[in-house]
């Protein structure tokens, strides 16, 4: 492991806490008030829970806004390290301690420009956020990296999590790297590459007899019953702050401004909803100017509950069960599926799906277009963003940016029956040249 | 009697208690004997129209009952009910 703790000599983005502990809690020096409830508004004080004690609705984290605003500038934010620490001071950070904040130079990818998919698609200006380029191949180590850093200030020794292969392998490796013991639950049915991706870390994978809910499920019960801190359970108000940072780097990227148009993939909601919150803060921060973008959601349509959702007007999200090659993004009951269909609407975006079929075409065109090879979310997102062009749903003249939140080698399954030799030759130049004449 | 396990945030309300048991022949008689049993589960369980509130989930069999038949969910004397809050995972 190392850590991302910059010289003294220049700003230290991530070094965000002073002043008095907070109580109960293993001396946290924090810029977290306190956790709300996003249902009821009721309070508690900031501790490895996700459960409201009212309501039951999801808690959140409520930062120190006076003590951030005072802090965070552009030029703090630029002198920092080349990961997602570098938004620090816009982070959850429950510890003063440098050796709690875990960073395995995640986060920080590259934003890059992308004008053969542009032009297939009649737009001016595409940009593909690679998050591909993460530690483990997904922007699953930027929620990981937040989550096992307030883990290690609550003092726990112990991660977990429910998940669809890409979030096992970020908890198995940040663990692996921290020397934290670890169980990470997924179905039993993952692609290969998700399941050896987790277990070639050396940690507990439990894999589960039913679907990611019925993970969910148990991975909830578990949290409940052993004091583990599951990041996506008991964790997942920090949790799902990691991923603020895609939106964060989106303005930094962009020459502090707003892109006009997101499309995101879409499993639980909670990236989808976060990148929204991220602008908003940016903006409030005085980080950047401007109208917020639109945001739009792709689902595969065997597993679509926020589309579906989207489509018909004022209804709240229905579980389904899920029937898509793209395992990452199969939650059928997703946690935060209201609040994204809530955020689409405000911001003037959509929600589609696309069948697998769909799927396997965007991953092929993304990569024959881009030369990026992205996992089925990957293709999820780009089969959309057709779907959306011949809709008449993208703007040519718009700022568009694409998620691209999974590397294709961990689902290779999925386009597999398509790329193949074009050529088989003996080892001369005559047989390649009689090969090659077809 | 059906076998009801209590989430952290309820279990204020069972005394402590991780499981309680419950007569009941569906999830409705269940939450009702909750009720009586325990004061303040119907409130913590169920919205003003009578329905499970938006972030609790219960399983019975190990399935989700908006799978099953909600709230008329038939339970067997031997089923264990799980509630668990909705809000986790992704």
Not at chain 1, 337 to 343: I, N, P, Y
Request: hydrophobic share 40%; glycine share 10%; proline share 6%.
């Amino acid at each position: 492991m190392t850590t991302s703790a910059p010289s003294p000599a220049r700003p230290g983005p991530t070094t965000t806490a002073s002043g008095p502990p907070t109580s109960g809690t293993h001396h946290l020096d924090t810029n977290v008030v306190e956790l709300a409830c996003r249902s009821c508004g009721a309070t508690q004080e900031v501790a490895p829970t996700h459960v409201c004690m009212q309501c039951l609705g999801p808690l959140e984290v409520v930062y120190d806004t006076e003590r951030i605003a005072v802090r965070v500038s552009r030029e703090r934010i630029a002198a920092g390290p080349h990961s997602l620490w570098r938004y620090g001071d816009l982070l959850p950070v429950l510890s003063a301690d440098d050796r709690t904040r875990v960073d395995l130079a995640t986060g920080f990818t590259p934003l890059r420009p992308a004008p053969r998919l542009a032009a297939h698609l009649g737009l001016d200006e595409l940009w593909l956020k690679d998050d591909t380029r993460n530690p483990t191949g997904s922007f699953k180590d930027r929620v990981v990296t937040v989550a096992l850093s307030a883990a290690r200030a609550f003092g726990l020794e112990t991660i977990a999590c429910a998940s669809t292969g890409n979030l096992a392998n970020a908890v198995a490796a940040h663990a692996a790297a921290t020397g934290m013991d670890s169980y990470v639950f997924i179905p039993h049915d993952l692609e290969s590459g998700k399941v050896v991706g987790s277990a070639i870390y050396g940690g507990n994978v439990v894999a589960v007899d039913g679907n990611y809910d019925a993970v969910n499920r148990l991975a909830a019960e578990v949290a409940d019953s052993h004091g583990w801190g599951f990041v996506n359970v008991n964790l997942r108000p920090f949790y799902a702050e990691g991923s603020t940072t895609i939106g964060y780097e989106l303005i930094e990227q962009l020459g502090w401004r707003y892109p006009d148009h997101v499309v995101a993939p879409l499993a639980s909601g909670a990236m989808f909803t976060r990148i929204d919150a991220a602008f908003d803060r940016a903006r409030t921060y005085g980080l950047v100017h401007g109208d917020t973008p639109r945001m739009s959601g792709a689902q595969a349509t065997g597993c679509s509950p926020i589309a579906t959702a989207f489509e018909a007007d004022g209804a709240r999200v229905r579980p389904q069960k899920p029937d898509t090659i793209a395992r990452s993004l199969a939650i059928g009951d997703p946690a935060d599926g209201d609040e994204a269909v809530a955020v689409a609407r405000r911001t003037g975006g959509t929600i589609g799906h696309v069948s697998d079929a769909e799927v396997v075409d965007g991953i092929r065109l993304l990569a024959a277009t881009e030369g990026l090879f992205a996992e089925t979310a990957g293709g999820v997102t780009v089969a959309n963003l057709v779907r959306f062009a011949e809709a008449g749903l993208l703007e040519r003249g718009e700022r568009t940016v694409a998620i691209i939140s999974g590397a294709g080698l961990k689902t290779i399954e999925a386009v597999a029956d398509g790329a193949h030799p074009t050529h088989r030759v003996g080892p001369s130049l005559d047989a390649f040249e009689a090969a090659l004449a077809g | 009697m059906p076998t009801v396990r209590i989430p952290t945030p309820l279990r204020n309300l069972s005394g402590g208690e991780r499981t309680v048991t419950v007569p009941g022949s569906d999830l409705r008689a269940v939450v009702a004997g909750l009720e009586e049993a325990h004061p303040g589960f119907a409130d913590r369980l169920l919205d003003e129209d009578g329905e499970l509130r938006r972030f609790v989930n219960v399983f019975v069999r190990d399935e989700d009952v908006r799978f099953q038949e909600g709230l008329d969910t038939e339970l067997a004397e031997d089923d264990t009910v799980s509630i668990v809050p909705a809000v986790a995972g992704g």
